[in-house]
């Protein structure tokens, strides 16, 4: 195709370099926005009907065309050719080739740079609504998991030595608690972004006489933009969502981490579903857990969007600078990504087992007990300070003799302080302890319970 048959580009002198055709097209990445882009133009062609600046008859051969045009692009039917840039022109010329001079009309008061900020909002609020649908499936085979193993109890630790005995409803539900931030807070992004661009031109609007609230209406918008320089130029919200994006993937790459971890054959927590392993090549032996080991360095990629969209974003003169285009590759590879690692958790979890024998089994080890110890020692008028010495003192006096705090005579206990009565007895032991924490959003087993059903009913609602 020569300059002629590009009508916007009658300014320039010769045929572009193909050199320059291939770097500067973008159709490649936003044909996905393709249904976006023309329900954009649906209602930015009716609004100028509304406003009598195209005719009835023209306005109802916009739409025809552009709904038929929508049909092939769905069928495989239309023929991309990257001469046209992009998804917005690519249509444009098309909807022209089919009905001629009202096709001409469509783009009256409009820029490129108006439609392309529209038509990211618009497919960003779906993928959004689509993500939080995903939370919210992941976050329920959390719950349902955590259901199973209700009684069950297991080792908490911080940085990576045994802590306190928890719950294993406690443990899941801690990600189900994570998740539901991530479900806000992309709840948060797209409220923010729910602003119609749309009449914003190029840069300062129009002389036209156009309803941007007509349009900002018909898309289902809250609101338009009341900035057209800030509107056209404003990517804030794609940096917002590939960070939203982001911290999910932390919040998978720490449930991975953890369940990578309890499934050696060193720890044995958790049994992940064949379906979800791999094999060696050489070692016949070998159960890996590729999948989980995927969700985790698939959080490199994210971050290495989030980093390329806010790099786009610095230092960039007021208006529209065509770096924005490169937006796109970033918010469609965090989404795309972060899409198949919740699948991916999802199914995980859902076919996931906890080997509750063999972590009762190891609950004596590693003195899970000893701060309900010192506790005890505080209920009996020992100053917590204290009373952390002595329980210290008492792990090293075990640890010699090879012992366990259940095991030590009240002689002994005695000996340590002068306190301690024979219900001291009754304070030891992990799975004990799991049953008595007394506070709110504790890790005992009753608390695990009450947020299960907490959890049970409010995710129904969704
Ligand atoms: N493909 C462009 C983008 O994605 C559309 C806007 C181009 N506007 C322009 N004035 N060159 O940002």
Not at 125 to 149: M, P, S
Not at 242 to 259: G, T
């Amino acid at each position: 195709m020569g300059n002629a048959e590009k009508s916007w580009e009658k300014r320039l002198a010769g045929t572009p370099d193909a050199l320059a055709v291939g770097f500067v097209e973008s159709l490649s990445i936003d044909t996905r926005l393709y249904k976006y882009d023309i329900v954009g133009s649906i209602a930015h062609a009716q609004m100028l009907a509304e406003r009598k600046l195209i005719s009835r008859d023209e306005i109802r051969q916009i739409k025809d065309g552009l709904i038929q045009i929508s049909e092939e692009i769905a069928a495989g039917r239309f023929r991309f050719r990257t001469e046209y840039e992009d998804i917005h022109m690519a249509i444009e010329a098309a909807l022209i080739a089919k009905i001629g001079e009202a096709g001409k009309k469509l783009h009256t008061g409009r820029s490129r740079n108006d439609q392309v900020a529209t038509d990211i909002r618009l497919w960003m609020r779906d993928e959004i609504e689509l993500l939080r649908a995903k939370i919210t499936c992941l976050q329920k085979a959390f719950v349902k998991l955590a259901g199973k193993y209700a009684g069950a109890v297991m080792p908490a630790y911080t940085h990576l030595q045994r802590a306190q005995p928890v719950s294993i409803a406690c443990y899941l539900l801690s990600f189900v608690e994570q998740l539901d931030r991530d479900f806000l807070r992309l709840g948060n992004c797209s409220a923010l972004l729910d602003v119609s661009p749309l009449g914003c031109g190029a840069i300062a609007g129009s002389t036209l006489p156009l309803d941007r609230k007509s349009t900002a209406k018909q898309l289902g918008f809250h609101d338009i933009s009341y900035n057209s320089l800030d509107a056209v130029s404003d990517r804030d919200f794609c940096a917002e969502f590939i960070f939203d994006c982001s911290v999910i993937a932390a919040h998978l790459s720490r449930l991975a981490e953890d369940w990578i971890i309890y499934s050696t054959s060193e720890f044995a927590f958790v049994r992940i579903d064949d379906a979800y392993c791999t094999s060696s090549s050489m070692m016949p032996q070998k159960r890996n857990p590729d999948m989980l080991e995927l969700i985790r360095g698939k959080a490199g990629r994210i971050y290495g969007a989030l980093t390329g969209m806010l790099t786009i974003l610095k230092a960039q003169p007021s208006g529209y600078n065509r770096d924005l285009q490169e937006d796109k590759v970033h918010i469609f590879s965090a989404s795309d990504t972060i899409e198949a690692c919740l699948d991916m958790a999802q199914a995980i979890v859902s076919h996931a087992r906890f080997d509750t024998k063999k972590i009762a089994a190891g609950l004596d080890e590693g003195f899970l007990d000893a701060t309900a110890l010192a506790e005890y020692l505080v209920g009996k008028g020992v100053a917590f300070r204290e009373a952390h010495g002595i329980v210290g003192s008492l792990v090293a006096f075990c640890e010699k003799a090879g012992t366990k705090l259940a095991e030590i005579t009240l002689d002994e206990f005695r000996r340590h302080c002068g306190k301690v009565e024979p219900d001291v007895y009754d304070s030891l032991g992990a799975a004990g302890v799991a049953e008595r924490y007394a506070t709110e959003g504790a890790g005992g087993i009753r608390q695990g319970k009450d947020q299960i059903a907490y959890w049970t009913g409010r995710l129904a609602k969704r």
